[in-house]
């Protein structure tokens, strides 16, 4: 069984940066497609950021491209998510998820993952 732990989150100001952080266990890390997604109360969980077993292919939501950045660290069985020039539209819940079969592209849907975090929380003031 996978288990995914996210940290990192927090309340910060319009401009300011944070750096979630998943955290893996339960399987072999280093093969699982990671992807970040965040959801508000009474909308549908979104994707932010996607990044490939390798760690050589990422994709991203429109909206976070040129602001956030994913990375892994297959040694430390890590994902992380930079956010930079965090905006209040950014507050949400973050989850990382994790896929564990192969696929054509970096995974961007919920349904393609199969092991999600418990969410942390971050919110950005004016």
């Known amino acids: 069984q996978v288990q995914l732990v996210e940290s990192g989150g927090g309340s910060v100001q319009a401009g300011a940066s944070l750096r979630l952080s998943c955290a893996a266990s339960?399987?072999?890390?280093?093969?699982?497609?990671m992807g970040w997604f965040r959801q508000v109360p009474g909308k549908e969980r979104e994707f932010v950021a996607a990044i490939s077993i390798s760690g050589l292919m990422t994709n991203y939501a429109d909206s976070v491209k040129g602001r956030f950045i994913i990375s892994r660290d297959n040694a430390k069985n890590t994902v992380y998510l930079q956010m930079n020039s965090l905006k209040p539209e950014d507050t949400a819940v973050y989850y990382c998820a994790a896929r564990l079969t192969r696929a054509f592209n970096v995974p961007v849907s919920t349904y393609e993952y199969n092991y999600w975090g418990q969410g942390t929380q971050v919110t950005v003031s004016f």
């Open positions: 339960g399987g072999t890390f280093s093969t699982y497609y």
